[in-house]
């Protein structure tokens, strides 16, 4: 980015970049709530269906599927319509698969609604990380995706709690996520004028990007193995493992503010120095801190408190991750590598989800620590076969 180009993203104005991030990120808020309330309510609604938990597992294979096939029409998308106008389309179609679980109720049904509502997610998803990358002034790219991850799970923290309160039986539920999902287009619509552009960019560099960033991409599906099983059976593994459903929704919320709380001083330390030692020591943290997890499940405090812990590496790894995709690909190619990316990342969720319930129906509930250990290392062996090439700015 040059040097007018970050004056601009300072400037004040409706037009400004840094207006247009910041709606962006109000709109990513209200959506990370919808999700926080998505993530734990449909496994619970399914566990009291009588579903076991690797059918529950493989149900979340309906979640992930959708940004493994869009993915590579994303450049393409954003090129022709624009973050904004993609941000809308994916509100309205989260709303109407919403309250269409209420309307057919069951196993099937839900996995097809599941998909539609994915598929809405997908595009507000790659659409809103494009954005805020994009517009990033290059030396403090991490530290503004930052707050990207800080709203989104920030959202996902305030959601997991609401749930408690609103209760996970009846329609109220699906009706509070409709509504949340109509409201995201309130600033997204404040912010059309403001929104980058994304010039058209070669069609053969879409898959071609793979070859350019093969560890990175490579390193996107691992995490998005520990993160997916992370996200979809962290209250499974609380209920399975004898705590109480308020119990076991604590522990995914005590996940998510603990990777909110650490997203900063990650962005910080990513921009100021080397982003392959942080990624190594946050990846060997997931497992020491998954191999503590088993003798902490008698105390519920000290099994939140490791949650929160485990949260640091597995959400911070992605931001850093990002900011990497960042550097590496520019203006044309942003979109298209953002997307590859992600979908290299929804991949591995699409994977980690049903990998680590049937693990939990071989080993019990400590398979889905099994599998974000084995992430852990893999992650951590990446990050060191990749040498110094991932230093700032290289």
Same mark, same amino acid.
């Given at each position: 980015?040059?040097?007018?180009?970050e004056r601009d993203f300072w400037a004040g104005g409706r037009r400004s970049p840094r207006y247009g991030v910041a709606c962006a990120l109000v709109?990513?808020?209200?959506?990370?709530?919808?999700?926080?309330?998505?993530?734990?309510?449909?496994?619970?609604?399914?566990?009291?269906?009588?579903?076991?938990?690797?059918?529950?597992?493989?149900?979340?294979?309906?979640?992930?599927?959708?940004?493994?096939?869009?993915?590579?029409?994303?450049?393409?998308?954003?090129?022709?319509?624009?973050?904004?106008?993609?941000?809308?389309?994916?509100?309205?179609?989260?709303?109407?698969?919403?309250?269409?679980?209420?309307?057919?109720?069951?196993?099937?049904?839900?996995?097809?609604?599941?998909?539609?509502?994915?598929?809405?997610?997908?595009?507000?998803?790659?659409?809103?990380?494009?954005?805020?990358?994009?517009?990033?002034?290059?030396?403090?790219?991490?530290?503004?995706?930052?707050?990207?991850?800080?709203?989104?799970?920030?959202?996902?923290?305030?959601?997991?709690?609401?749930?408690?309160?609103i209760g996970v039986e009846g329609d109220l539920p699906f009706l509070v996520i409709a509504g949340l999902s109509v409201i995201t287009v309130i600033?997204?619509?404040?912010?059309?004028?403001?929104?980058?552009?994304?010039?058209?960019?070669?069609?053969?560099?879409?898959?071609?990007?793979?070859?350019?960033?093969?560890?990175?991409?490579?390193?996107?599906?691992?995490?998005?193995?520990?993160?997916?099983?992370?996200?979809?059976?962290?209250?499974?593994?609380?209920?399975?493992?004898?705590?109480? /459903?308020? !119990?076991?929704?604590?522990?995914?919320? &005590? +996940?998510? #503010?603990?990777?909110?709380? =650490?997203?900063?001083?990650? @962005?910080?330390?990513?921009?100021?120095?080397?982003?392959?030692?942080?990624?190594?020591?946050?990846?060997?943290?997931?497992?020491?801190?998954?191999?503590?997890?088993?003798?902490?499940?008698?105390?519920?405090?000290?099994?939140?408190?490791?949650?929160?812990?485990?949260?640091?590496?597995?959400?911070?790894?992605?931001?850093?991750?990002?900011?990497?995709?960042?550097?590496?690909? /520019?203006? !044309?190619?942003?979109?298209?590598?953002? &997307? +590859?990316? #992600?979908?290299?990342?929804? =991949?591995?969720?699409?994977? @980690?989800?049903?990998?680590?319930?049937?693990?939990?129906?071989?080993?019990?509930?400590?398979?889905?620590?099994?599998?974000?250990?084995?992430?852990?290392?893999?992650?951590?062996?990446?990050?060191?076969?990749?040498?110094?090439?991932?230093?700032?700015?290289?």
């Amino acid at each position: 980015m040059s040097e007018s180009t970050e004056r601009d993203f300072w400037a004040g104005g409706r037009r400004s970049p840094r207006y247009g991030v910041a709606c962006a990120l109000v709109s990513n808020l209200l959506f990370g709530i919808a999700i926080g309330l998505i993530l734990p309510l449909v496994p619970l609604r399914l566990d009291m269906m009588g579903e076991g938990s690797g059918a529950i597992g493989l149900h979340a294979v309906s979640s992930s599927l959708p940004i493994v096939m869009m993915a590579p029409f994303m450049g393409r998308l954003l090129t022709r319509f624009g973050a904004p106008r993609l941000l809308i389309a994916s509100a309205l179609i989260i709303a109407a698969a919403t309250l269409g679980m209420i309307a057919f109720e069951g196993y099937w049904p839900w996995f097809v609604l599941r998909f539609l509502w994915a598929c809405g997610a997908a595009i507000g998803w790659v659409g809103t990380e494009a954005w805020i990358n994009q517009a990033a002034p290059s030396h403090m790219r991490s530290r503004v995706l930052s707050f990207y991850v800080t709203t989104f799970i920030g959202g996902m923290a305030l959601g997991t709690p609401l749930l408690t309160v609103i209760g996970v039986e009846g329609d109220l539920p699906f009706l509070v996520i409709a509504g949340l999902s109509v409201i995201t287009v309130i600033p997204v619509m404040a912010a059309i004028a403001a929104a980058p552009d994304f010039p058209a960019s070669e069609e053969k560099r879409i898959f071609g990007i793979f070859y350019v960033a093969p560890v990175l991409m490579s390193l996107g599906f691992v995490m998005g193995v520990a993160d997916g099983s992370a996200f979809s059976l962290t209250a499974l593994f609380g209920v399975l493992s004898g705590l109480s /459903q308020e !119990a076991a929704i604590t522990c995914l919320t &005590a +996940f998510l #503010v603990g990777g909110i709380a =650490f997203q900063y001083p990650m @962005g910080w330390l990513a921009d100021k120095y080397d982003r392959r030692s942080i990624g190594t020591a946050l990846a060997l943290g997931s497992i020491a801190i998954a191999a503590l997890l088993p003798f902490a499940l008698p105390n519920p405090w000290i099994t939140w408190f490791l949650f929160g812990l485990i949260g640091i590496p597995i959400i911070g790894l992605y931001a850093i991750a990002l900011g990497i995709v960042g550097d590496r690909f /520019q203006g !044309a190619e942003m979109g298209a590598a953002n &997307a +590859f990316f #992600v979908m290299s990342f929804e =991949f591995g969720a699409l994977s @980690g989800a049903p990998l680590s319930g049937f693990a939990m129906e071989i080993v019990g509930p400590n398979g889905l620590l099994l599998v974000i250990a084995a992430s852990g290392a893999i992650v951590a062996a990446g990050f060191k076969l990749r040498g110094n090439r991932w230093r700032k700015n290289t």
